[in-house]
């Protein structure tokens, strides 16, 4: 059997073109002559050129083990496919899993894998494929950053960490049956949620121990998802990273033959190389969103599961506690976000009306004490505050990283707060990489913070930003309050899917609404300015583009 | 000569020594640290940040730290990436290539347009060419490289692209393929508009440093007799008064050789080439202090063979000037 090429139809569809339909069926009967018996799947796909994804900075990583950035996660879901994933519209569905169990209380989960699957090298994917991948993603000598994540799983903290081996019997693999059977640490009813994290993916036997180098050969990081390493990859300013489709995919085709990814340092350079036609879509220099998506269009935004928010801190005296509550409230009910959105966003951040972003499971609107600004309600609780006793002895401090624009954000956030009578001003720390850690130790009064979903599941926001737990950690707020804890503890402990969604939904109004330890402004989305010959540009909740599935005409 | 040349070497491996240690230590005194800085909105637990300084060695005191980068130096290992855990040898190879190509092409046509422009006013003083010269030279100095850089591939790349006016289209990829280390194999266009942005900020003070010089040196004595016994004008220009002319202009290319080494980080930053310029600028935010270091030693000695250069130049072109050993002690 041969196959036709690309190249041979497309002169032969020439022909066709200019020698009329009697000429061409002789031609056209003759090339498949000489073709033999041909096998062609679709015509010649088109190649991609992108350059939005790496348009502002290098990736860390491209290797799922290692990668903690939006952007390398990115090419690692393109090149790896993991149990489960979540689809365009938020649906979590099973990628090599075909379906998935529970028993013991959500603490011992059962994933059949589909059969025939492959490895871009032809190996197959078993459930020891996952096995090793995990072993290799979560041991302390390749020092991964995102190997936390490993610690649902029962013993797994004391590997990653370099102080046990490898708990197999936690992680049990059978390929003849074709399952993988997980114990957990604790309940885990969001697992499968959980498990379509990158840093989950399954691994071919010739990666087993590689070290975080691998990805520097594109023979080496060899993968099972739509597209393979085209050639070894240059992460720096300027450099490429090309990925084709992968021959042994055992899911549907990519459409395009080629996606090449150009890496930039500078967002208005990438911009202009998107507007001078050397790539198919380009990142948005700041404050020109409305122009550019008035210009390109918008087929290339889309609100993604993340929220920006201010954090008041609970031990701050003025700020903090049960005894400040009304200042809280009136602060938050003071917030114009639909400036915020429209103003600095230009609509592309849409105002939030909670912690949770729409999208996510569980997802309830106005869990917040407003979505909308309330300015006679915010005098009179202000006054309520006042009339306690309280007073503000210095203006209140609005705390941010200085040098990403949060300025301008803080700067709204105090005109409105002028117009209630409540006193604010900026308090900038250096844009030096040491804000969340110093935000972490309780030094700032109210806190810039933004938060974007590692997996699809209302307990990645409440849980690392709201628990006690998590102080010292992601509660930059140093939030601390048992009514929210055990509601948390509770929807954590229940495979009843129904339950632990209300008690998140209870805990969300409990820290939002009745604390008031947070406020949150817009909820986060990703814009990127797309050629006219781009016909289907999907994005999923978590941010990443889905490339085999780009139609480019 | 011999021995003047092996005494500036040995200084500027002194300067190299003492400007690395002096980096390494900040790195320790400046605010945060590398791994800590990994963590950002999320916080990464202690232990896995434990995980990554053992791995990077930054577990062991300071003393060890550098010990151990000057062991490894000597055999050639300037470590890896604390961001990307890439080989510093690498990025530096990967790097230095394509910033040497920006920096000969931004040299050349910063050596031409100041030639051009310089002898040019000079030459035609008080005429309409001097005067857009004059112009030239006072407003393109004022303005910044990322601005230059970026109104360029407007006009020269978005513009042209809007306009269907390909051939004005001058905003191309990097070339991937050279000839002779220095002629691009393909894409030839790309490398206009980055060289370019490069060499006008010093060739307008170059020119005018050109201008002055040989203005001065057409008043010379030498001059008026030159041209007293019939020589011609092109040859009292290009032979006499040219060659003398060029002395301090030369001190000043040097100079410009280094800056220019700086306005090419920009540019390559600007214009996102795969050099050295936006690994600088984004492994100093970051505390990447392997590749800083490593980035730094080539910048120091780039800097100190560039001036030993120039030093030796001048005895090239003046052979009134000879470099005496004895008279540098």
Not at chain 1, 166 to 181: E, G, H, I, N, Q
Not at chain 1, 188 to 198: E, L, N
Not at chain 1, 291 to 303: C, I, N, P
Request: contains cysteine; proline residues 5%.
């Amino acid at each position: 059997m041969t196959l036709v090429s690309a190249d041979y139809l497309r002169m032969v569809y020439m022909k066709v073109q200019t020698l009329g339909k009697r000429s061409a069926a002789v031609i056209a009967a003759l090339a498949l002559a000489v073709g033999g018996n041909v096998v062609v799947a679709h015509a010649a796909a088109p190649a991609y050129i992108d350059c939005q994804l790496f348009g502002a900075g290098e990736p860390d990583f491209i290797d799922p083990a290692l990668t903690s950035t939006l952007v390398g996660a990115n090419v690692a879901t393109m090149l790896f496919d993991g149990l489960t994933d979540t689809d365009a519209n938020g649906n979590l569905y099973g990628e090599v899993a075909s379906k998935w169990t529970t028993k013991d209380g959500a603490k011992t989960w059962t994933f059949t894998l589909k059969k025939g699957l492959k490895f871009s090298n032809g190996e197959a994917v078993l459930p020891s494929s996952f096995v090793n991948g995990w072993k290799r993603s979560m041991d302390s000598k390749l020092a991964s950053e995102v190997a936390y994540h490993g610690d649902f799983i029962l013993g797994m903290n004391a590997y990653s960490t370099g102080k046990g081996a490898f708990p197999s019997s936690s992680v049990v693999a059978d390929d003849k049956a074709m399952t993988l059977t997980v114990k957990m640490e604790n309940p885990t009813a969001d697992w499968p949620s959980i498990v379509g994290h990158s840093v989950f993916s399954p691994i071919p036997t010739s990666m087993i121990g590689a070290s975080g180098k691998v990805e520097e050969d594109g023979t080496k990081l060899v993968g099972n998802g739509p597209f393979m390493l085209d050639k070894a990859i240059t992460k720096r300013a300027g450099g490429e990273v090309v990925i084709v489709p992968n021959p042994n995919y055992g899911g549907k085709a990519a459409l395009l033959s080629k996606v090449t990814f150009k890496i930039s340092s500078d967002v208005n350079a990438a911009y202009n190389a998107f507007a001078s036609g050397q790539c198919d879509n380009g990142p948005i220099p700041a404050g020109r969103y409305a122009e550019l998506l008035g210009k390109w269009g918008t087929k290339g935004v889309k609100t993604t599961l993340g929220t920006d928010y201010w954090g008041f801190n609970w031990e701050d005296p003025t700020v903090g506690g049960t005894k400040n509550k009304y200042l809280r409230s009136a602060i938050s009910k003071a917030i114009d976000r639909n400036q915020i959105s429209t103003v600095i966003y230009q609509g592309v951040r849409k105002p939030a009306s909670g912690l949770l972003p729409p999208g996510l499971p569980g997802y309830t609107p106005g869990q917040g004490i407003t979505s909308t600004r309330d300015l006679d309600g915010a005098k009179a609780d202000y006054k309520r505050w006042l009339d306690l006793g309280n007073k503000t002895p210095e203006p209140i401090r609005l705390s941010y990283n200085d040098g990403a624009g949060w300025d301008k954000v803080a700067s709204i956030i105090i005109a409105n707060l002028k117009e209630v009578g409540i006193p604010a001003k900026l308090d900038p720390y250096p844009a030096d990489g040491t804000y969340f850690s110093k935000m972490r130790k309780g030094q700032g009064q109210i806190i810039r913070a933004g938060w974007f979903a590692d997996y699809p599941i209302a307990d990645n926001f409440l849980y690392p930003l709201l628990h006690s737990k998590s102080i010292d950690g992601d509660n930059l707020e140093r939030y601390n309050s048992p009514v929210f804890d055990a509601l948390i503890d509770s929807a954590r402990s229940t495979t009843n899917k129904s339950f632990s969604q209300s008690q998140y939904r209870r805990a969300e109004i409990q820290a939002l609404r009745n604390d008031v330890v947070i406020t949150q402004t817009v909820n986060r989305g990703i814009a990127t300015v797309l050629a006219p010959s781009i016909a289907t540009f999907p994005i999923t909740p978590l941010g990443m583009v889905v490339y085999d599935q780009i139609v480019k005409n | 000569m011999f021995t003047y040349t092996v005494k500036r070497l040995l200084q500027s491996l002194i300067v190299v020594w003492a400007a690395v240690t002096l980096m390494f230590a900040l790195f320790f005194v400046i605010p945060g640290d590398p791994i800590s800085l990994k963590s950002g909105e999320k916080a990464l637990p202690q232990d896995i940040l434990d995980n990554i300084e053992r791995k990077y060695g930054l577990d062991k005191p300071v003393y060890v730290q550098y010990l151990r980068f000057w062991g490894n130096l000597f055999r050639g290992d300037l470590g890896y990436s604390y961001k990307n855990d890439k080989s510093v040898n690498t990025i530096l190879h990967d790097g230095l290539s394509t910033s040497a190509r920006l920096l000969f092409w931004g040299a050349l046509f910063q050596l031409i347009i100041a030639l051009t422009v310089g002898l040019t006013s000079a030459i035609k003083r008080g005429s309409l060419g001097d005067r857009i010269g004059t112009v030239f030279s006072v407003g393109i100095q004022g303005i910044p490289v990322f601005v230059s850089g970026l109104l360029a591939q407007y006009l020269f790349g978005v513009l042209p692209f809007q306009l269907h006016w390909e051939w004005l289209n001058f905003f191309k990829p990097w070339p991937q393929s050279w000839h002779a280390g220095v002629i691009p194999g393909d894409s030839w266009k790309g490398i206009i508009l980055p060289a370019l942005v490069v060499a006008v900020v010093d060739a307008a003070f170059i020119a005018r440093m050109l201008r002055s010089s040989l203005l001065e040196v057409l008043r010379a004595d030498y001059i008026r007799t030159a041209f007293a016994k019939g020589l011609s004008a092109r040859r009292v220009w290009f032979h006499h008064a040219l060659r003398n002319a060029l002395i301090p202009v030369v001190t000043v290319y040097g100079t410009s050789l280094i800056a220019i080494f700086g306005v090419a980080v920009q540019t390559e930053k600007v214009f996102s080439l795969p050099g050295m310029g936006s690994t600088i600028a984004d492994s100093a935010l970051s505390q990447d202090a392997p590749v800083v270091l490593g980035l730094a030693i080539v910048v120091i000695a780039f800097g100190a063979v560039v001036n030993l250069i120039v030093d030796l130049s001048y005895a090239l072109i003046d052979p009134r000037i000879k470099i005496d050993a004895k008279a540098v002690h």
